[in-house]
């Protein structure tokens, strides 16, 4: 090996990566050869050097203590740290009563399937309207029950339209909003009594809401006098729970 | 409380060997994120995501890897955006900015290796230096030379390939060198003595600095 070739594998053999073969013929040329010895030896300290000064930190203990809790325990959480520790924004101002129950259930449910399937076609609205109350009066007497949506403050979440939708061959209302670029789908139908399906349930205003995450989606689900209501958004459950509970109660 | 039997003895060698990487997932996270509390979040969610997907690791495979491959998958689908701002600065423009003021400079420590300047700096200066560094780049110096996984491991950490990886850490060593160069000279630990340098070179990363500094 000539210098010019050594240089070209310099920094592999500084790193022991060189096969066996590549590194004994390395080793030979520097054996013999001053600069190229000196500029292996630059390397290797500079490394050495940036190594030592990058301090190892031990992890906090409160921590080490939450994740020892998580490894020990035999139910997993599936909320991100930032919602668990009160992300939600007012959270005391409106009293809010946060309550944790852990559920395992079976992933799969064709409820969330298909919500999150039709969310993600975007599918055309049968009527554009910007105002809940046009939305409700315009499913009166297309569903069968009660279509009672929840206001989401101006300038939070705007109402784009709604059409006729299917559930799990449910008759099902879909309302459609949007935040800027997200977009967001809000299914409504008649509760037959079926458990909620999803993983972490905690309680907004008087609602038990429930979240599972599906292919990239968020859904929360909850029920609400005699309706179910299925939420799928891109965005994060952190994020969702706050639309929600910044929701009027009225509903 | 667990059952007795094989699978539980799986189960807490999984705990025990994850609760063992703690303090290093910590410090990469410090590293990526640049502060405490993010760091702290990251490493949770990591925690987290992995007891979820815990029946994808294959026993007998590298335990270590398959946790910080997780975690920097976490951080550039969802820290990476909370940050976006910042990261458009570390892109490509700060990547081409640092490569041409090193190519016209000549960085001459690589030929003329009498001055280890880099064992006169502190712990803040390499630290910050390295924050600093486009985050391909910086991933990739953490894992290789901080952390010490091989080639292959980090390739398959980043899913990218090892020639990849090799490229990236030449070149981030390079700028990372580069870098601490420029700054022991500011900083006077050492002086200039060899290739003199033009005006604007200095000025272009004195004034690129400056303005990160300032936050524009």
Redesign the interface.
Known sequence: MDCAEVDRFL??FV?G?LDEQDRQLVEQHLAGCQSCR??S??QR???A???A????????EH??E???Q???S?K???????LLWGSLPAAAALALVVTFTWTVTSAFSPVIDEAVQQHSRQPRVELAANDPAAVENWFRRKVDFHVALPSFGSGKLSLVGARLSRLAKRQAALVRYASGPERYSLFVFADGGQQLPGSVCQRIHSLRVCLTEQRGYTVLMWRSRGLVYSFVGDA?PGRMMKLLASASREY | ??GSGKKSRKNKMF?ED??AQ??S???TA??LTGQ?AEA??L???T??RA??FRHRFEPGTNLRAWLFKMMVNLFTN?YRRQRRGQDISHGAEQQALLERNYARQKLH??EQ?EE?F??K???Q???QA?EQLPLDFRLV?LL???EEF??AQVASILDIPVGTV?SR??RG?KL??SALYEFALEEGYIKETTQKREQDNTTDLQAYRRRKKSGT
């Open positions: 920094q592999v790193d990566e000196a500029r030896e630059y300290r500079f490394i050097a940036v190594k000064r990058v301090p190892r930190h031990s992890a906090p921590l080490r939450q994740v020892r998580l490894l020990v035999e997993r959480p599936f909320l991100p740290r930032r994060t | 409380m667990f705990s994850a609760a703690l303090d997932l910590y410090t410090l590293r405490p702290e979040d490493v949770h969610d925690f987290v007891l979820r969802n420590a690589s290796p280890f880099f064992e700096l502190f712990s200066d390499v630290v390295i110096v290789v030379d901080i091989s080639y090799m850490l030449h060593r990372l060198r």
